[in-house]
């Protein structure tokens, strides 16, 4: 079994808490969206619910290998659930560059992850990888709604991509 002290122990519990703050993002988007875009809402239930199983896949990986979770992780759920009650107030288009902007980031570090791990610890590997084509969907569904005429849909276009 492999402990806290390998790379793969520690890179799990951070993505495992990083899930966590996913589930948050929406969790807020929801809340905001049941008042103010509610057509946004099964797009949103759905991504919560991948998320959701995103974080159990880590929490399993994490009680096998007898870890506890990150030390981030209640930090993850309020910063979450900040980012996604503001965004979901702001509206549809901050929601999806949002959704779009925090996929991309996850998608380079999964990317790094593997590329770091590069077959070191095989079950980590697996768990990364079951997770990257659900972040890849959000991350283009949320892009192709990104209104290109707004001035934050302008900024967010230049920055680099995943």
């Known amino acids: 079994m492999k402990g806290a002290k390998t790379l793969g122990g520690r890179i799990l519990k951070v993505n495992h808490a990083g899930e966590h703050g996913a ?68 509206g549809r288009h901050a929601i999806a560059i949002t959704t779009a902007a925090v996929e991309r980031v996850v998608l380079r570090h999964l990317q790094e992850q593997l590329r770091v791990l590069a077959g070191s610890d095989p079950e980590a590997t697996a768990a990364i990888r079951s997770v990257i084509d659900d972040e890849q969907h959000h991350h283009d569904q949320a892009t192709a709604q990104v209104d290109e005429t707004s001035l934050l849909a302008r900024w967010w276009r230049h920055r680099p991509s995943p």
């Open 23 to 90: 589930i948050s993002i929406y969790a807020g988007q929801i809340i905001a969206a049941r008042w103010l875009h509610r057509a946004l809402l099964p797009e949103l239930i759905v991504f919560k619910g991948h998320e959701e199983r995103h974080r159990d896949i880590f929490r399993a990986e994490l009680k096998w290998r007898g870890l506890p979770r990150c030390r981030s992780y209640w930090l993850c759920v309020g910063g979450g659930m900040a980012l996604g009650l503001v965004t979901g107030i702001l």
